[in-house]
T-cell receptor
Framework: AQSVSQHNHHVILSEAASLELGCNYS??????LFWYVQYPGQHLQLLLK??????LVKGIKGFEAEFIKSKFSFNLRKPSVQWSDTAEYFC???????????FGTGTRLTIIP | GAGVSQTPSNKVTEKGKYVELRCDPI?????LYWYRQSLGQGPEFLIY????????DSGLPNDRFFAVRPEGSVSTLKIQRTERGDSAVYLC???????????FGSGTRLTVV
């Protein structure tokens, strides 16, 4: 069955620290990958997406993610976090040509000023 | 409208009652999606509409759940004989012509008591 795993449930960092949130997927065939963010009290927003091409994807607000096919991973990174990055982060995947997204359980990120 | 609008934002209902949840997508978006997010989990796919027709309803958990989109715009998710396990945040999203990376609404928090 298709699945997405996020092993970090809650991450606490100080401002200016570097961030890496893990995401692993289990899909047969070509996969599309996404990171969504949900700030406190707000709706889910798309951070970045990977369909094909350059495996290093740059998104909004300084975030990037790297698709490593051999590791079935799509980890999210940011070199220097800010207090405003406090949010819940969801990794998601879909099969090529399929509209249905499978989400991970999310990682809650808390940034300490 | 500027974003995906969902009403009501909160709904409390008694076990066994019928509820309707409404989604008003972004104007011009032909694709509409419903997801359900339980506490501590990522969103879980329910159904996807392309225009007026349900293109994929494989995520609907059972026949108590039904969704319509009669004019290809507003959609209503209908739940009959609600159960306590139906308590969750119901999310709606829309996209232009089925493009992935869709826009989510703020959700309807359904509580069945």
């Amino acid at each position: 069955a298709q699945s997405v795993s996020q092993h970090n449930h809650h991450v606490i960092l100080s401002e200016a620290a570097s961030l890496e949130l893990g995401c692993n997927y289990s899909y047969g065939g070509t996969v599309n990958l996404f990171w969504y963010v949900q700030y406190p009290g707000q709706h889910l927003q798309l951070l970045l997406k990977y369909f094909s091409g350059d495996p290093l994807v740059k998104g909004i607000k300084g975030f990037e993610a790297e698709f490593i096919k051999s590791k079935f991973s799509f980890n999210l990174r940011k070199p220097s976090v800010q207090w405003s990055d406090t949010a819940e982060y969801f990794c998601a995947a879909s099969s090529f040509g399929n509209e249905k997204l499978t989400f991970g359980t999310g990682t809650r990120l808390t940034i300490i000023p | 409208g500027a974003g995906v609008s969902q009403t009501p934002s909160n709904k409390v209902t008694e076990k066994g009652k019928y509820v309707e949840l409404r989604c008003d997508p972004i104007s011009g978006h032909t694709a509409l999606y419903w997801y359900r997010q339980s506490l501590g989990q990522g969103p879980e796919f329910l159904i996807y509409f392309q225009g007026t027709g349900a293109a994929d309803d494989s995520g609907l958990p059972n026949d108590r759940f039904f969704a319509v989109r009669p004019e290809g715009s507003v959609s209503t998710l209908k739940i009959q004989r609600t159960e306590r396990g139906d308590s969750a945040v119901y999310l709606c999203a829309s996209s232009f012509s089925g493009g992935l990376g869709y826009t989510f609404g703020s959700g309807t928090r359904l509580t069945v008591v």
